[in-house]
C-alpha cells in the first residue's frame, strides 16, 4: 500500500500513501493510512500543510492500480481545516500534526497523529506512540492510541498532557479491554 496513489471519489489524484497505522477505535476499526499532499490538492483544499493527512479504511471504496476513497478531497478538507480547542487556545488541526506528545512529567509519549470525529466534534486524537513505550508497554509498534481532547493541556512547540505515562497506560489498557 506504501507508495500507492489515492484518488478521490471524483477521480482526482489526491496524493500517495507514505505511512501505515493500526486504528484503536471502535468506530473505524482497521487502519489509519498517511497520505502526502500533491501539490495542487494541498493547495487548494489543505491550507498548503506539508504533513501527512489521515484517512481512515473506511474511506476507501476500492484498492485496485490505485486507492480510490468514497470522500471528495473537499469532504476530507473539512476535517483538516478545524481547529483544536485545548485548554489554553485554539490551534488548527494541522498544526497538531506530526507534533512531538509529552506527559505532565515531560517524559516523551508518541507524536500526534489523527482524529476521529462524530457529528461535527472530535471525540478522540491519535497518539502514534514511540517505540520504546511499546516495548516497555509490549504493545504494537505501528499502532495509533486515543487521547480524549480533554488531556491535552498546553501546546507550544510540543502538546503537553494534563497525565502521567503510567496514566496513560492504564487509561489504554482499559480503552483497549472495553473494545
Known amino acids: 500500500m506504501i507508495g500507492k496513489l489515492v484518488t478521490d471519489f471524483n477521480g482526482v ?5 507514505d505511512k501505515i497505522w493500526k486504528s484503536w477505535n471502535e468506530e473505524y476499526p482497521g487502519w489509519f493510512f498517511g497520505v502526502r499532499l500533491n501539490e495542487e490538492v494541498r ?43 485545548c485548554s489554553d487556545a485554539a490551534h488548527p488541526i494541522d498544526h497538531l500534526m506530526d507534533m512531538p506528545v509529552y506527559d505532565r512529567n515531560n517524559s516523551r509519549v508518541g507524536t500526534f497523529y489523527g482524529w476521529v470525529e462524530s457529528d461535527g466534534i472530535y471525540k478522540h486524537y491519535g497518539c502514534f ?6 516495548d516497555i508497554w509490549d504493545i504494537p509498534h505501528n499502532i495509533v492510541m486515543p487521547l480524549q481532547p480533554s488531556m491535552i493541556h498546553q501546546v507550544f512547540d510540543t502538546i503537553t ?5 503510567k496514566e496513560l497506560r492504564e487509561y489504554w489498557q482499559q480503552y483497549s479491554e472495553k473494545h
Open 161 to 165: 498532557l494534563n497525565r502521567t505515562l
Open 13 to 17: 489524484t489526491i496524493g500517495v500513501v
Open 43 to 85: 493547495n487548494a483544499w489543505f491550507r498548503g500543510t506539508t504533513k501527512l493527512i489521515p484517512i481512515y479504511n473506511d474511506y476507501i471504496q476500492d484498492i485496485a492500480e490505485h486507492i480510490m476513497l468514497n470522500k471528495t478531497a473537499e469532504q476530507l478538507s473539512r476535517y483538516l481545516n478545524k481547529t483544536v480547542s
Open 129 to 134: 506512540v514511540d517505540p520504546y513505550l511499546c
